[in-house]
């Protein structure tokens, strides 16, 4: 069936530094992903989405990349901050099954001071 | 302040014994979602509303029931809870399914014993 996956459970970067989180899906029909952001004891909170006519999309210290060839996204994080420490999810759908996501695992980032 | 409210935030409760989750969102979204989160699995999505009387199959339905009578409240309905069902459940509203940002609610975490 279809999937979502993140390539590392957990990540340790040193605070400054660019994090880059991975993602692959197994659906060539995906066209649409998003990010999301997971702090402890919260709802997931939207990062940032990009869609398949897109393969990069840049948001305020946050870059998404998708290579289509290869079904893979990634979310970079510029000059990562303490307040980054949190599980990143990324999710994918097909525009024509409309509102059907299906969520990676996630990755655990930690940011050392 | 928009938002999207659950409740109850957390419950316990026993084999069999029916309940529900009510989720209430004040934006006037046409979209809105129901999904667990276990350890290890990340998100998985329930059932989806793309607007009133509209609803969908997630990955996982099976023992959960939606409705969707008006706009802003999407109960989930756990008529006959087993204890595979304990889990965090969110919901989730967004204007329309593709292309804008998904709000969470805060989870209800549910054990069933």
């Known amino acids: 069936g279809e999937s979502v996956g993140l390539h590392l459970p957990t990540l340790s970067v040193q605070e400054g530094d660019n994090s880059i989180i991975n993602c692959a899906y197994s659906n060539s029909a995906s066209d649409y992903f998003i990010w999301y952001k997971q702090e402890s004891g919260k709802g997931p909170q939207f990062i940032i989405d990009i869609r398949s006519n897109m393969d990069k999309r840049q948001g305020q210290r946050v870059t998404v990349l998708l290579n289509k060839t290869v079904k893979h996204l990634s979310l970079q994080i510029a000059a990562t901050q303490p307040g980054d420490s949190a599980v990143y999810f990324c999710?994918?759908?097909?525009?024509?099954?409309?509102?059907?996501?299906?969520f990676g695992q996630g990755t655990e980032l930690s940011v050392k001071p | 302040e928009a938002q999207v409210t659950q409740n109850p935030r957390y419950l316990i409760t026993v084999t069999g014994k029916k309940l529900t989750v009510t989720c209430s969102q004040n934006?006037?979204?046409?979209?809105m979602s129901w999904y667990r989160q276990d350890p290890g699995l990340g998100l998985r999505q329930i059932y989806y509303?793309?607007?009133?009387?509209?609803?969908d199959k997630g990955d996982v339905p099976e023992g959960y029931k939606v409705s969707r009578k008006e706009k802003r409240n999407f109960p989930l309905i756990l008529e006959s809870p087993s204890p595979n069902q304990t889990s965090l459940y969110f919901c989730?509203?967004?204007?329309?399914?593709?292309?804008?940002?998904?709000?969470f609610g805060p989870g209800t975490r549910l054990t069933v014993t």
């Open positions: 989730a509203s967004s204007l329309k399914p593709i292309g804008y940002e998904q709000y």
């Open positions: 999710a994918g759908t097909i525009y024509n099954q409309g509102g059907k996501l299906i």
């Open positions: 509303s793309m607007n009133v009387e509209v609803t």
């Open positions: 934006m006037n979204h046409e979209y």
